[in-house]
């Protein structure tokens, strides 16, 4: 009763150990399947996010834009010495182009303008943009006319009164906002970068709070679904570079454990297959072979007494 006792222990202990170890080893392999697949995905990311960034252009850009005008001139003119202009850079930290080659672009000037009498007297008055390239070569060259919108005595009167409360406080002024599209498909030439732009007001007698330069981008084919669609886009991305980098991770595998896509004993056992089939193809040849010859043989051996030679009796004399 102990001897069996014992045995049916130690076969307990046996295959505990064994189940122990089978666990482990699973353990250990799907914590480095795991390790891989983190792996895949994260550079999978990686790739996604370096090609978005290098493949799409800055979408919009916006920048201030400061007047100069001489002041030199006599004091006793109501209006200006010259025209206001502004010189503008189209380069981020002084190296980094804002516009990327061939991407149209739609480019316009925001004026923050009072509504005051000089205004309202002041009419249409162009507005020129002209850019240039790092030598200083005017590239394009536009004029845009604008103006303040109408709004009669009676409109403004009752706007004021109505706005009285907020316009005592200054949470609003009496002003308007003038968006002049300068180029409605601006691209920049490879060969001749724009690195800026002169834009000037061609009036004298012009009253301007502010103005902003506004540059937005108007993306096709994949760079419009990439900007209308970035989450679908990015899951397409993201999940495209990770089978993409499985089949190679895959594929190494194979090649470093198997040395290939078959098994060594398969290939082995096909190659046997190979060599057998090869030896008993020489062997029906070699009996085709001698069966021709002696099928060549037989006509020649069917007349014997042609070759046969005479019997010669010899007497034996005692």
Same mark, same amino acid.
């Given at each position: 009763m102990g001897a069996v006792m014992g045995s049916v222990l130690h076969w307990v202990q046996d295959v505990a150990a064994v189940t122990l170890l089978k666990a482990r080893r699973t353990l250990f392999q799907a914590a480095i399947l795991f390790c891989v697949l983190l792996l895949l995905l994260w550079v999978s990311i990686f790739l996604y996010g370096s090609f978005y960034?290098?493949?799409m252009p800055t979408v919009s850009f916006?920048?201030?834009?400061?007047?100069?005008?001489n002041s030199d001139c006599d004091a006793s003119e109501s209006g200006l010495c010259s025209f206001p202009k502004?010189?503008?850079?189209?380069?981020k930290n002084q190296r980094d182009q804002v516009m990327a080659y061939g991407q149209? *672009?739609?480019i316009s000037l925001e004026l923050q303008m009072p509504e005051s009498p000089v205004n309202e007297q002041l009419g249409m008055f162009m507005v020129k943009m002209s850019a240039y390239t790092k030598g200083g070569k005017i590239v394009s060259s536009v004029g845009r006319s604008t103006m303040l919108h109408y709004r009669s005595s009676l409109l403004q009167t009752l706007g004021t009164l109505l706005f009285s409360p907020f316009l005592l406080t200054g949470m609003t002024e009496q002003k308007q906002l003038i968006d002049v599209e300068l180029f409605a498909d601006y691209k920049m030439n490879s060969y001749e970068p724009t690195v800026g732009a002169v834009i000037e007001i061609q009036s004298k007698r012009v009253q301007i709070y502010s103005s902003q330069l506004r540059i937005?981008?108007?993306?096709?084919?994949?760079?419009?679904?990439l900007y209308n669609f970035p989450l679908t886009s990015a899951v397409i991305g993201v999940a495209t570079?990770?089978?993409?980098?499985?089949?190679?991770?895959?594929?190494? *595998?194979?090649?470093?454990?198997w040395g290939g896509l078959l098994p060594p004993d398969q290939v082995r056992v096909r190659v046997m297959m190979g060599d057998s089939t090869r030896t008993q193809q020489k062997r029906e040849e070699a009996r085709k072979r001698m069966e021709k010859e002696n099928s060549q043989k037989d006509p020649d051996m069917s007349h014997p007494s042609q070759h046969s030679f005479p019997k010669e009796i010899v007497t034996v004399k005692h």
């Amino acid at each position: 009763m102990g001897a069996v006792m014992g045995s049916v222990l130690h076969w307990v202990q046996d295959v505990a150990a064994v189940t122990l170890l089978k666990a482990r080893r699973t353990l250990f392999q799907a914590a480095i399947l795991f390790c891989v697949l983190l792996l895949l995905l994260w550079v999978s990311i990686f790739l996604y996010g370096s090609f978005y960034y290098s493949y799409m252009p800055t979408v919009s850009f916006s920048t201030p834009v400061h007047f100069y005008y001489n002041s030199d001139c006599d004091a006793s003119e109501s209006g200006l010495c010259s025209f206001p202009k502004a010189n503008i850079s189209f380069m981020k930290n002084q190296r980094d182009q804002v516009m990327a080659y061939g991407q149209p *672009y739609r480019i316009s000037l925001e004026l923050q303008m009072p509504e005051s009498p000089v205004n309202e007297q002041l009419g249409m008055f162009m507005v020129k943009m002209s850019a240039y390239t790092k030598g200083g070569k005017i590239v394009s060259s536009v004029g845009r006319s604008t103006m303040l919108h109408y709004r009669s005595s009676l409109l403004q009167t009752l706007g004021t009164l109505l706005f009285s409360p907020f316009l005592l406080t200054g949470m609003t002024e009496q002003k308007q906002l003038i968006d002049v599209e300068l180029f409605a498909d601006y691209k920049m030439n490879s060969y001749e970068p724009t690195v800026g732009a002169v834009i000037e007001i061609q009036s004298k007698r012009v009253q301007i709070y502010s103005s902003q330069l506004r540059i937005h981008a108007y993306f096709t084919g994949i760079r419009y679904v990439l900007y209308n669609f970035p989450l679908t886009s990015a899951v397409i991305g993201v999940a495209t570079n990770f089978a993409f980098l499985s089949v190679i991770v895959l594929f190494s *595998y194979l090649q470093f454990i198997w040395g290939g896509l078959l098994p060594p004993d398969q290939v082995r056992v096909r190659v046997m297959m190979g060599d057998s089939t090869r030896t008993q193809q020489k062997r029906e040849e070699a009996r085709k072979r001698m069966e021709k010859e002696n099928s060549q043989k037989d006509p020649d051996m069917s007349h014997p007494s042609q070759h046969s030679f005479p019997k010669e009796i010899v007497t034996v004399k005692h």
